[in-house]
Nanobody, 116 residues
């Protein structure tokens, strides 16, 4: 299974983007779906997660601005990003954990740039 992330781009501060992460085929027994980001020279950090039961968790720095969601029909993972800030710039990656042993699958990432 591969994850294809899309929706990134260049947007002015205060603008919005919607990221999507689409699996190449059905993933069974999904436990957790997540968005991470990585800025140049910085460690990868968790942005948002959604559990199989629909519970959501956000990093403090995106609370109130970003919304994670999942389309249960095709397991597409979305991230609605509003009021973008320059510090949101980075490569956004999606991750899916599934199965009994929480096998992790990573997408290649999509670039988000919000210049100062």
């Amino acid at each position: 299974v591969q994850l294809q992330a899309s929706g990134g781009g260049l947007v002015q501060a205060g603008g919005s983007l919607r990221l999507s992460c689409v699996p190449s085929r059905k993933i069974f027994n999904i436990n957790l779906m997540s968005w991470y980001r990585q800025a140049p020279g910085k460690q990868r950090e968790l942005v948002a997660q959604i559990t199989s039961g629909g519970r959501k968790r956000y990093a403090e720095f995106v609370q109130g601005r970003f919304t994670i969601s999942r389309d249960n029909a095709d397991d597409t993972l979305n991230l609605q990003m509003n009021n973008l800030k320059p510090e949101d710039t980075g490569t956004y990656l999606c991750e899916v954990q599934s199965g009994r042993f929480n096998r992790a699958i990573w997408g290649e990432g999509t670039q988000v740039t919000s210049p100062a």
